[in-house]
């Protein structure tokens, strides 16, 4: 199985701060990497597909990178409304872990 | 526009079945892999199990296997997830989603909520 880890778990940040998460697999996946947002009683929403493709509808200040092993998630001007859970999670073979979160506190 | 409708959760005793349903409509159902997805309380996502399109080919996570069983039926546009002997690790928030091997889960159901417990 690919092992996938998050990092930070954590983080607190102010309005208008620029915001990267870390998402690293076990081995290497290509681009089959994706990134999405949950918040509280409310369905994961997805933000990023393939790495670095912005989902339909999602602002452009948010942005991922990455290829084979390492991958990053980048707010660049957090907003009140991102806070929430951040979940990476890999689409290139079963089964389709997740990361452990990193829980985003606006501060 | 997409939409998935999740039903069919509830509570149930240790041991028992439940089957849940995610209606899909707004896309063309047959042509796209299906998934479920939970998150047990307290706890981060879980990947469930996928269907192809066309339901040929299913997948499990481990702690599922021998005891969940996915299906489609695409002349109803319905997913559903067969879960017998359950445990009460298996409570949790299960979502259906639209994608799978390869593909995001870019669509998701507002989730039902399984509890097992005596």
């Known amino acids: 199985d690919i092992q996938m880890t998050q990092s930070p778990s954590s983080l607190s940040a102010s309005v208008g701060d620029r915001v990267t998460i870390t998402c690293r697999t076990s081995?290497?996946?290509?681009?089959?990497l994706n990134w999405y947002q949950k918040k509280p009683g409310k369905a994961p929403y997805l933000l990023i597909y393939?790495?670095?493709s912005l989902q339909s509808g999602v602002p452009s200040r948010f942005s991922g990178g990455g290829s084979g092993t390492d991958f990053t998630l980048t707010i660049s001007s957090l907003q009140p409304e991102d806070f929430g859970t951040y979940y990476c999670?890999?689409?290139?073979?079963?089964?389709?872990?997740f990361g452990q979160g990193t829980k985003l506190e606006i501060k | 526009e997409v939409e998935l409708l999740d039903s069919g959760g509830g509570l149930v005793q240790p041991g028992g079945s439940l089957r849940l349903s995610c209606a899909g409509s707004?896309?063309?159902?047959?042509?796209?892999?299906m998934s479920w997805v939970r998150q047990a309380p307290g706890k981060g996502l879980e990947w469930v199990s996928s269907?192809?399109?066309?339901?040929?080919?299913?997948y499990y996570a481990d702690s599922v296997k021998g005891r969940f069983t996915i299906s489609r039926d695409n002349s109803k546009n319905t997913l559903y997830l067969q879960m017998n002997s359950l445990r009460a690790e298996d409570t949790a928030v299960y979502y259906c989603?639209?994608?799978?091997?390869?593909?995001?889960?870019?669509?998701w159901g507002q989730g039902t909520l399984v509890t097992v417990s005596s």
């Open positions: 269907i192809t399109g066309s339901g040929g080919s299913t």
């Open positions: 393939a790495a670095s």
């Open positions: 989603a639209k994608g799978g091997d390869s593909w995001p889960f870019d669509y």
């Open positions: 081995q290497s996946i290509s681009i089959y």
């Open positions: 707004g896309f063309t159902f047959s042509s796209f892999d």
């Open positions: 999670q890999q689409s290139y073979s079963t089964p389709f872990t």
